[in-house]
């Protein structure tokens, strides 16, 4: 009976090997593919504004924080280029300023959330607003490859932002064409550019856990 006891026992170790090692590579694999996960279910919960699913997926502060930080950078760097010596660039700057905080509370919301997972981030202009009508096309989580049609160029040869380019046409914008990966173990980008000539911009990603991730910051500045 000991006998046989001992043979049952060492045949059964090969299938919890073949079971452990299974379960090991299962985790593995969902932890790589946690990230789009997490960017897919929240595109979709910010189109549908479920604020409750975006809160669970955005880390509000943190964001709140860098979009400061990116707007601040992106209005210095438009003052310094148009400025040269021009006494009104004080005044610009001054005007700079009093937009960033209803900018940044307004793209701190899941309206703005919706925006920059549509390829539409802020720009610093005054009075704006997110505009996150969801573009067609695949989501980033579902295609890290370039979307096709989104690398247009401006009737008569003038170049600019597609999807301005096609709003100004009353046409609905075109989607960005968009990459998407790891920086770093703990950190994951989406990167939105709408032409070959145009700027670019990442939603970044932060590893929380081991599979847990959330949107905390914004790249305005690629």
């Not at 090969?14 to 452990?20: A, D, F, G, R």
């Not at 709140?64 to 438009?78: A, I, N, P, W, Y």
Request: aromatic fraction near 6%; hydrophobic fraction near 40%.
């Amino acid at each position: 009976m000991a006998v046989s006891t001992t043979k049952k026992k060492r045949s059964a170790r090969p299938l919890i090997v073949t079971l452990v090692v299974v379960v090991v590579i299962a985790a593995l694999g969902f932890a790589y593919a946690s990230p789009y996960i997490a960017l897919n279910n929240l595109k979709r919960a910010a189109d549908a504004r479920d604020a409750q699913t975006v809160n669970r997926y955005v880390d509000f502060p943190a964001l709140r924080e860098s979009l400061k930080q990116q707007v601040t950078g992106l209005l210095t760097r438009r003052l310094d280029s148009h400025g040269n010596g021009n006494p009104l660039a004080a005044i610009g700057a001054m005007i700079g300023v009093a937009l960033i905080g209803p900018l940044v509370d307004a793209y701190a919301t899941p309206d703005g959330v919706a925006a920059l997972l549509n390829g539409m981030p802020p720009r610093g202009e005054p009075g704006e607003r997110p505009n996150a009508a969801p573009v067609t096309g695949n989501p980033p989580a579902a295609s890290a490859s370039a979307s096709p049609g989104a690398d247009t160029d401006a009737p008569g040869g003038a170049t600019g932002n597609a999807s301005d380019n096609a709003t100004s046409r009353g046409a609905p914008p075109q989607p960005p064409q968009t990459t998407a990966g790891y920086r770093s173990l703990n950190e994951f980008a989406v990167t939105y550019q709408h032409g070959a000539g145009d700027a670019r911009y990442s939603a970044i990603f932060m590893r929380e856990g081991l599979f847990t991730w959330k949107l905390a910051a914004v790249n305005l500045n690629e």
